[in-house]
């Protein structure tokens, strides 16, 4: 058998892991300053981790959710108070997109209504409704297309504003990520969120924040929506939450109660699940890692500044994007096979940082310092040709 073959993949195989670094089959080091997609919070391989889930294993790696599984609310009671919602109520399952899927249906219960509010260059999944409300045509099957979705511009209160007035009794939720990952880095104002905040309020819509990539600490606070003073409704997580391995979640407001069977599923929640979570949270907490974020993300806000190559530099903690003008457009595939510097990209020619919350001071330099150095190179060459 094959795999199915759906990913490009960079010829490169990776067998170790350590905090922000990682080695190939040919004993190589690289730097990743992408986090195996924003997935690695609390530093590859970190040793309280594997304790934590190895002893778990021992114990008792899964049952299902037809038992008491007291590390639920071990878990539930450690992400109220980290994340400063402890009237929230949460519910496990496996992925991001299964996280908003959730909201989106939950949301939909909840108010008896079916139009979703969503914006142009979000991403927000690939299943059947995450999908639908994801600006990407060409990742819509047929099958997934639907009259409910209603897509607006990006930042734009006028437009939401007028939609309202339209569709007031029908929409049953907005969904916005508070820095748009996928999309190329692209941050939601403040007025903007608190616009959705104000007329999901007014009109009995539910307010989804899609924290599943700018989310867990990544931009200094623990929800990147938290900048803009609101509370959302609903708050959907994956990605950061389990370091890599997969759990995912949504927090529900206390105004959303909840009912016997309307959201389940079988892996979510499970023993070893928690147990990676918890372990995720106990580091953050212990390591000050949402400080952490905030500090040397903007060490390197104020450094890549200076690079005068970069263009558009913007960002929060650590999630940070530029752009890079044409000449440089192999900035990134330098990074790796020059520098052995992993790195993310958008379309069309956004490099994405998304580290680990435990990046250092100096690995934060090694990457400025190669920055510099394919830049002023490439920049070199064809200034020569
Ligand atoms: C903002 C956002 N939402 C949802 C998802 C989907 O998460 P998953 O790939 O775990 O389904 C992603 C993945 O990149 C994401 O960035």
């Known amino acids: 058998m094959k795999m199915f073959n759906v990913y490009p993949v960079n010829d490169i195989t990776i067998t170790k892991a350590k905090g922000s670094y990682v080695w190939d089959d040919q004993g190589q080091q690289y730097l990743d300053m992408y986090g195996g997609h924003a997935v690695i919070s609390i ?14 294993l021992h114990r008792i790696g899964f049952y299902s959710n037809s038992v008491k599984i007291p590390l639920q609310e071990e878990l539930a009671a450690k992400l109220g108070r980290i994340s400063g919602k402890e009237d929230y109520q949460l519910f496990l399952c496996n992925s991001g997109a299964e996280a908003n ?49 209603i897509l607006l511009p990006f930042n734009d209160e006028e437009a939401l504003e007028a939609c309202f007035r339209a569709n007031s009794a029908d929409i049953s939720s907005v969904i916005v990520e508070g820095i748009q990952g996928v999309g190329g880095i692209h941050l939601a104002t403040a007025p903007f969120l608190q616009t959705i905040r104000r007329l999901c309020s ?56 909840p009912k016997f069977h309307m959201l389940g599923t079988t892996f979510g929640g499970n023993h070893l699940a928690c147990a990676a979570a918890l372990a995720v949270l106990e580091v953050m907490e212990e390591e000050k890692l949402i400080r952490n974020a905030e500090v040397i993300g903007n060490y390197l806000m104020e450094e890549l500044e200076t690079i005068s190559y970069l263009k558009n530099l913007r960002g929060k903690g650590l999630m940070i994007g530029f752009d890079l003008p044409d000449e440089l457009k192999d900035l990134r595939k330098n990074l790796l096979y020059n520098q052995h510097i992993f790195t993310g990209e958008a379309k069309p020619n956004v490099v994405r940082l998304l580290p680990s919350l435990a990046l250092r001071k100096k690995d934060a330099e090694e990457f400025l310092d190669s920055v510099r150095e394919e830049t002023e190179a490439m920049t070199l060459k064809v200034e020569n040709a």
Not at 43 to 56: M, T, V
């Open 101 to 149: 899927e959730n909201a989106l249906k939950l949301a939909s219960f909840h108010n008896g209504r079916k139009k979703v509010v969503a914006f142009t260059r979000s991403f927000h999944g690939r299943t059947s409704l995450a999908v639908a409300v994801t600006d990407n045509p060409a990742i819509v099957a047929p099958v997934n297309r639907t009259d409910n979705v």
């Open 202 to 257: 007014e009109n009995g819509a539910v307010f989804i924040a899609d924290s599943v990539q700018c989310g867990y600490g990544r931009t200094g606070k623990f929800f990147s929506h938290d900048y803009a003073g609101v509370d959302a409704d609903i708050y959907t997580m994956a990605k950061g939450m389990g370091n890599g391995f997969p759990v995912a979640g949504i927090i529900i407001s206390p105004q959303i109660p």
């Open 43 to 56: 530093g590859h391989s970190h040793p309280h981790y594997i304790q934590r889930l190895e002893e778990q």
